[in-house]
């Protein structure tokens, strides 16, 4: 007897042989099987007389369409997504093993009437040889070998259409040995065994057929499958910088899984802050279901106790806006909001148009906060997209000592660990880089930053801008 982990590394050395081949190279070895096989059984049925026989051999002819069925949906499946089908051709699988579910069944009834007949008129003319009972036998051992390899592979390719025929090859073996026991029964004097046989046959091809038809019917009208969504919406939960999980749907396409989900960000984020959410929600999805495509759709949900985040939010939807900063919310003792903030416009706007941006902004604010007593709105030029510079710091050696001085003179700076100067059009802009302990906030790091800038520019008058950085 084999032990376990002997079956188990069988079964391995079997899974890897199969993976070798390809799906469509499978579905046409079956095919041609299950022409040898209905030629074989035909000849036998004829030659016999049994209706058991013959049901054996018109099942296996629907297995030789259901097989072709197999072929195309499998070779069509693998097909590339084009402009006419952008979710690729997962779904001719589906398909396919749908129409070999009602061959399937259209043969069951058709054989359960012809048994029935047989049995209602009490009398029917079988010989049983024993080659008829040796090919039976032969037709039970291929048919579960063929079985065991197609639904192997269905598991390793994930093929709806390979599933359905190894499925079918199960019922098969039922079928065969029900045929088998009654031309058994027949050669014992058992005249209404075959018949009998028969109707057990398409009992079972009827119960096959009957499930495939189900399964493969949900997943062309997208039923979503049990319990998948749920899970994509904890995962997307889960992901840092996700509000809110919206509606996500997710169907099955041939042997993968498409769906779509809506989730809530900041209305702040980037065009690239959104896309690289996207993408981090991808890529957890996928860890969870690989078989997964999924679509995202980011949208902005304010934080209705963040004010300078909705202030921010309703200057994003004002297209001519393009850079926000310094908003200021001020709740007066009315209990009125007094809102104020730098707004950068193109600098070659003239300031009529400028001025109408400004009041469309307010309006959009006033609109948004109830109870807003006054908005003041800095304009300011956008930066040019390029400008031409030089370093001069090595030349300038005088007047970067004289920063470093200044710059460390401060208490709350520990030493000045670099200065760069720069020399443009308008003047010489230094860039100052000031060491502060690693504890302080950034409130009060952002306040030594400005106090720096401002007694650089009135000890240094020709310094025509300060950049301050304060690092730990």
């Known amino acids: ?31 041609g099987i299950d022409v040898g096989l209905l030629i074989v059984k035909l000849v036998t049925a004829f030659l016999t007389g049994s209706l058991g026989l013959l049901s054996e051999a018109l099942h296996s002819g629907l297995d030789l369409v259901a097989s072709i069925f197999a072929l195309l949906g499998v070779r069509a499946a693998r097909k590339p997504a084009d402009p006419e089908h952008p979710y690729g051709h ?91 026991g009654g031309l058994v029964g027949v050669r014992f004097g058992l005249w209404w065994a075959d018949a009998t046989a028969a109707l057990v046959v398409a009992a079972l091809i009827a119960r096959a057929a009957g499930l495939l038809i189900y399964r493969s019917a949900d997943i062309l009208i997208d039923r979503a499958p049990v319990g998948v969504e749920d899970e994509v919406r904890r995962t997307i939960a889960g992901v840092a ?40 929600v991808r890529a957890a999805v996928e860890r969870a279901h690989p078989d997964l495509d999924l679509a995202i759709v980011v949208e902005p949900q304010s934080a209705e106790d963040d004010l300078v985040e909705r ?45 109408a941006a400004s009041e469309e902004l307010e309006r959009r604010l006033r609109e948004e906060f109830r109870g807003v007593s006054r908005v003041d709105v800095h ?14 710091t090595a030349g300038r050696g005088d007047l970067a000592v004289a920063i470093r001085r ?23 802009v230094a860039h100052v880089v000031a060491e502060m302990p690693g504890e302080v906030s950034l409130e009060r790091a952002h306040a030594v930053e400005t106090e720096l800038e401002e007694r650089l520019r009135r000890a240094l008058p020709e310094l025509s801008e300060v950049v301050a950085r304060a690092v730990p």
């Open 1 to 31: 007897m084999p032990s376990a982990s002997g079956l188990r590394e069988r079964e391995g050395v079997v899974d890897v042989w199969i993976s070798r081949l390809r799906p469509h190279a499978l579905a046409s070895a079956s095919l």
């Open 90 to 180: 997962g779904r001719a699988e589906n398909l396919a093993a749908l129409g070999e579910g009602c061959l399937l069944l259209l043969a069951a009834l058709g054989i359960g009437y012809e048994g029935v007949m047989r049995l209602s008129s009490g009398r029917a003319e079988v010989e049983a040889t024993a080659y008829a009972l040796g090919l039976l036998a032969g037709v039970v051992v291929l048919e579960a070998s063929r079985a065991t390899v197609l639904l192997r592979a269905a598991r390793i390719w994930a093929s709806p259409a390979l599933a359905a025929s190894g499925q079918n090859r199960l019922a098969d073996i039922g079928s065969a040995a029900s045929v088998l």
């Open 241 to 280: 910088g996700v509000r809110r999980v919206g509606a996500v749907r997710v169907r099955r396409s041939g042997g993968r899984l498409l769906g779509d989900a809506r989730v809530s960000a900041r209305p702040t984020l980037s065009v690239e802050g959104a896309r690289q959410l996207s993408q981090e």
């Open 311 to 355: 202030v921010h939010a309703t200057a994003a939807r004002q297209g001519m806006i393009r850079d926000l900063h310094n908003v200021t919310v001020e709740r007066e003792q009315d209990g009125s909001l007094h809102l104020s903030m730098h707004v950068k416009l193109p600098g070659h706007m003239t300031l009529d148009a400028a001025g």
């Open 379 to 392: 304009l300011e030029p956008l930066e040019p997209t390029l400008v031409s510079g030089a370093d001069v």
């Open 406 to 428: 200044i710059v460390e003179a401060h208490p709350d700076v520990l030493r000045c660990r670099d200065v760069e100067l720069s020399a443009r059009e308008d003047g010489i």
